[in-house]
Structures are given as structure tokens and as C-alpha cells.
Nanobody
């Protein structure tokens, strides 16, 4: 079993930055892909970024490429999402997810484990 715990959400003004963390435990993750998603009220869960635990290859959604950066710290079993130039439309609950397969993919159904989410609110 895999446990994922997100942290780092909060309230920030437009143009500001936040760094989200996702602490993973319960398994070895060398073959996993880790992803970040978000879900705003009344909207579907949206893929943001993913990273291969082994090797560090990354992939981003067009909506966040250039503003968000995904990274991982293997020693801490932690994945990060650095979010810069935040906009009010970035307001959502942000989720970390793990995919037990080596290829990066974006559909939510491709991910096997999910965290509880952390709220990010961007004020105008």
C-alpha cells in the first residue's frame, strides 16, 4: 500500500508563489510515476505535471508549463510542485498521485494512489 500526504497549500495573492510537498511512504518508488493534479469547484480533476521517480523525466500540462515545476527528492521520498506567478484561476484543491508504471501519462484513471489534497487559494 502507498500513502501520500500533501502539504504546503494556503492563501496567496495573485503573482505570488507556493511550494507543495507530497510525502510518499509504504513502498519503494523507483518504478513509479508521480503526478500532481488539481480540482476546482464544479470542474473535473485536471492533470498538471508528472515526474518519473527514476531518472527524473518530467511532463507538464500546457496550462502550467513555464509557471509550475515538479521535482523530487529521492532521499526524502518527497515530490514537490513549485508554483510561481499564481493566478486566481489556479485556486483549487491540489492532489498528489502515484502511478505504478514506468511511463508518464496524464489521465486520472492511470494513477493508482491519491493523497487527500491540499487547498490553494489565490486572491486577486
Amino acid at each position: 500500500q502507498v500513502q501520500l500526504v500533501e502539504s504546503g497549500g494556503g492563501l496567496v495573492q495573485a503573482g505570488g508563489s507556493l511550494r507543495l510537498s507530497c510525502a510518499a511512504s509504504g513502498r519503494t518508488f523507483s518504478s513509479y510515476v508521480m503526478g500532481w493534479f488539481r480540482q476546482a469547484p464544479g470542474k473535473e480533476r485536471e492533470f498538471l505535471a508528472a515526474i518519473k521517480w527514476s531518472g527524473g523525466s518530467t511532463y507538464y500540462a500546457d496550462s502550467v508549463r513555464g509557471r509550475f515545476t515538479i521535482s523530487r527528492d529521492n532521499a526524502k521520498n518527497t515530490v514537490y510542485l513549485q508554483m510561481n506567478s499564481l493566478k486566481p484561476e489556479d485556486t483549487a484543491v491540489y492532489y498528489c498521485a502515484a502511478r505504478n508504471a514506468p511511463l508518464i501519462t496524464s489521465p486520472t484513471r492511470s494513477y493508482d494512489y491519491w493523497g487527500q489534497g491540499t487547498q490553494v487559494t489565490v486572491s486577486s
